[in-house]
């Protein structure tokens, strides 16, 4: 899970150091590169704040790709991401 989840994380954005500089935003804590790999690798847990606002830019995007394959409304999406993100809160 944690190497799928960083790397989708990672790849969400236009390079690493912007996908820092959110998770940085998001949990006010700088991480390193090789925390970054650590957790990709699964060598350390991914602290559970770092893991809630991955899941919240991933989830979404994976919602959207759903959706978009299978012509539903965007308003399902945000409803359901809505419901699983209060879920892991």
Do not use: C
Not at 77 to 84: C, K, M, P, Q, Y
């Amino acid at each position: 899970m944690s190497t799928v989840l960083v790397s989708t994380y990672v790849a969400s954005f236009s390079s690493q150091d912007e996908a820092f500089a959110a998770l940085f935003n998001a949990t006010g804590i700088r991480y390193t590169h090789s925390r970054l790999g650590e957790w990709r690798n699964g060598i350390r847990p991914i602290p559970a704040a770092a893991r809630l606002h991955m899941l919240s830019v991933v989830l979404p995007l994976l919602i959207e790709h759903h959706l978009h394959r299978h012509r539903l409304k965007q308003a399902v999406g945000s409803a359901l991401t809505d419901e699983i993100l209060a879920l892991l809160a």
